[in-house]
């Protein structure tokens, strides 16, 4: 087991003017048998992030330490890591267990014995005893990630990569598969480097989420303080589903001038808020209450614009009634409240779940408020 | 044909088993009477070579004769056509070993690695069979007899590897993209160098594309008989060009060109053979890996 600390870690393809930046200046550090996930849209870095750690490429400024080693120079067989890919990458003209022992094989002096024993061991350990003579291609999907997670774990390895690993399975089976990886990881308590675009399995799995976008490192935080707590307007989008919303404008005399509303800053806001001349309010869907009658302040009416059941809850995307765009908003709301489309209804933003972002750079400048006790939770996770 | 009880009513159409049994025979019928077309040039090849010299071609022909090995103990007894069918068994096995030597690993670096102008890498090795052989063998002539390759076996040999390297090097390119690369990469994580990446994975990955490649370059030079004609006068002389023989200026040896192409067409049929189990997948070209 290892930590890894990634130092000023830059990775660029192609060169000179032409030259693309995947990774831009990343440093990070990552405990022994913590379990961090990279999340980030396509293109945001985060495989070629994990694929330095790998050694699959090489950075072309910064240094990766395992351990106390600096790996800059080692190849991936001497790094000591084991990896799971989105497509799995199971050998196909070898069985299972010749899979599974491969890398035993050529990384280790252990007699065949003994290889056999590991192999086994892990091979029940995934539920995949009885398939061990088989070859991939006579395997269905779940059961070759079974192989390919299993092939990592024979290993005894200090470091698991996982990229995508769940992204071929239908919905049901990942839901089942993530929390087997979760149960794994920590009854092993080996540091595992996850990577992921789906942020349903970044929250839910990771000790820790580094987000990333175009190669830059947004947060690295925990997955409660990501949401409650984001660093800048992308990690407010892009955490949480659906997605926080956003309302851009002016701040005038205290006010937000928004699209379609007004919106009166309180005084903390107002004093964070002083540099910016435009500020983007953020406020997540289920923090938004929806009501018949007007009778309270930071009231607008708005216009239901589609209705989407999801039996407990409904996701209703409505627009101010007073808008000029065409951009809609959503709002959670209780799945037995009757919400018809075309309805007028009256919309309250809470002041204290409400984030404010910098209009240019993006960045929060000031964040909703949590009771104590929530404060707690969020910051004792940390 | 079996037909079962059809109640009456419903004896206007055919039950369900019925239909099926039709569509079966139709299909065998049709593949019967298409593996007569294709089968009865070889049977004409055979009879013709199992009768005596003078009957082979006699009109009508003789359906029914007493077969005789004559023309395969006169061939054998043919030091000229040993040497010959020796020959070419040498020459291009060597050739097809080589080609392969050579054109999988090319093909797997132009598959795998960022070579500059790759494109047009590939349409300079395609364009080596772009002229008609027949505008080229004058040319190998000169180079041959300048490099003192001319009538030998290892000059014959380069040349079956000339025919058959743009097509190695083409097929197997597209077979490689097809493997995805994250198997080497699974390889060299696992503890392997690059190339036990290569040797353990990818190659036994490659099998089928490699054999069908083999085999199809095997017939290209097997059956080769312009440039050993020209190239060729005594030592390295080819089968092709020994069965080619018996078609002289005056008559046609039919019953012993028959026996010698009957002959020749055995090394194909043991190959086949033997690498038929890779076929199959080999030659649906590249797109072999699906995990």
């Known amino acids: ?382 | 044909m079996a037909t079962s009880d059809v109640e009456p009513g419903s004896s206007q159409r055919l039950d369900k088993d019925t239909q099926e049994t039709l569509v079966t025979v139709a299909r065998h019928a049709v593949l019967l009477g298409w593996s007569v077309v294709v089968l009865f040039p070889l049977y004409w090849l055979a009879s013709m070579s199992l009768k005596p010299p003078g009957q082979a071609n006699s009109l009508p022909p003789d359906w029914v004769f007493l077969p005789t090995v004559y023309n395969y103990i006169q061939l054998a007894q043919n030091g000229e056509f040993v040497a010959a069918f020796a020959n070419s068994v040498v020459m291009v096995g060597a050739s097809v070993v080589l080609v392969l030597l050579i054109g999988v690993p090319a093909a797997y670096v132009l598959s795998r690695y960022d070579i500059p102008m790759e494109r047009d890498v590939l349409v300079w090795i395609l364009s080596s069979r772009m002229l008609p052989p027949i505008a080229v063998v004058i040319p190998f002539f000169v180079i041959f007899q300048q490099l003192n390759l001319f009538d030998t076996r290892i000059g014959m040999v380069l040349m079956y590897v000339s025919i058959n390297l743009s097509l190695v090097v083409w097929v197997m390119k597209a077979f490689f993209d097809g493997i995805p690369e994250t198997l080497e990469e699974a390889a060299r994580v696992d503890g392997a160098t690059q190339f036990q990446g290569f040797m353990k994975v990818v190659l036994p990955a490659a099998k089928p594309g490699i054999f069908s490649v083999a085999i199809i370059s095997f017939i290209f030079a097997w059956i080769e008989l312009l440039f050993g004609l020209v190239l060729t006068s005594f030592n390295a002389v080819p089968v092709t060009l020994f069965v080619y023989s018996f078609i002289g200026s005056r008559s046609i040896e039919w019953s012993m060109l028959a026996a010698a192409s009957t002959a020749m067409i055995v090394p194909v049929v043991v190959f086949l053979i033997a690498v038929n189990k890779y076929l199959a997948a080999g030659l649906s070209f590249g797109v072999v890996i699906k995990e």
């Open chain 1, 1 to 382: 087991m290892a930590d890894i600390t990634l130092d000023d870690v830059t990775k660029r393809f192609g060169e000179g003017g032409n030259a693309v930046v995947a990774v831009d200046d990343v440093s990070l550090d990552i405990g022994d048998g913590e379990f961090v996930v990279f999340v980030g849209p396509s293109g945001s870095g985060k495989s070629t992030l994990m694929r330095m750690v790998a050694g699959l490429e090489t950075q072309s400024e910064g240094d990766v330490y395992i351990g106390d080693t600096v790996v800059n120079q080692l190849g991936p067989r001497a790094r000591d890591i084991a990896m799971v890919f989105q497509n799995y990458a199971l050998y196909p003209n070898m069985t299972v267990e010749e899979n599974m022992s491969f890398g035993l094989k050529m990384s280790t002096e252990l007699s065949k014995a003994e290889i056999e024993e590991q192999v086994t061991s892990a091979a029940e350990m995934m539920g995949i005893g009885d398939l061990l003579d088989n070859k991939p291609g006579e395997l269905s999907g779940g059961q070759q990630q079974r192989v390919a997670l299993g092939r990592a774990i024979v290993r005894d390895p200090n470091v698991f990569l996982m990229d995508e690993p769940l992204s071929n399975l239908d919905a049901k089976l990942r839901t089942t598969m993530r929390t087997e990886i979760n149960r794994l990881q920590n009854d092993l308590d080996v540091t595992t480097l996850y990577v992921t675009h789906d942020q349903t399995e970044a929250m839910t799995m990771g000790d820790r989420l580094v987000v990333l976008d175009h190669g830059e490192l947004q947060q690295v935080g925990t997955p409660l303080e990501c949401f409650y707590r984001p660093a800048n307007r992308f990690v407010a989008g892009f955490i949480g589903s659906p997605s926080m919303n956003f309302f851009e404008g002016p701040v005038e005399d205290g006010t937000l001038r928004a699209d379609g509303f007004d919106f009166d800053l309180t005084e903390r806001m107002q004093s964070s808020s002083e540099e910016c001349d435009e500020v983007v309010l953020g406020i997540r869907p289920e923090d938004i209450t929806l009501h018949e009658r007007a009778n309270v302040d930071y009231e607008f009416e708005a216009v239901v614009d589609v209705v989407e059941p999801m039996g407990s809850i409904s996701y209703v995307y409505l627009r101010p009634r007073r808008q000029e765009g065409d951009q809609t908003f959503v709002v959670e709301a209780d799945g037995k409240q009757p919400i018809t489309e075309g309805e007028h209804i009256n919309v309250k933003i809470p002041e204290e779940d409400v984030h404010l972002f910098d209009a240019i750079s993006g960045e929060t400048i000031h964040q909703r408020t949590l009771d104590s006790e929530a404060e707690v939770t969020v910051s004792e996770q940390t």
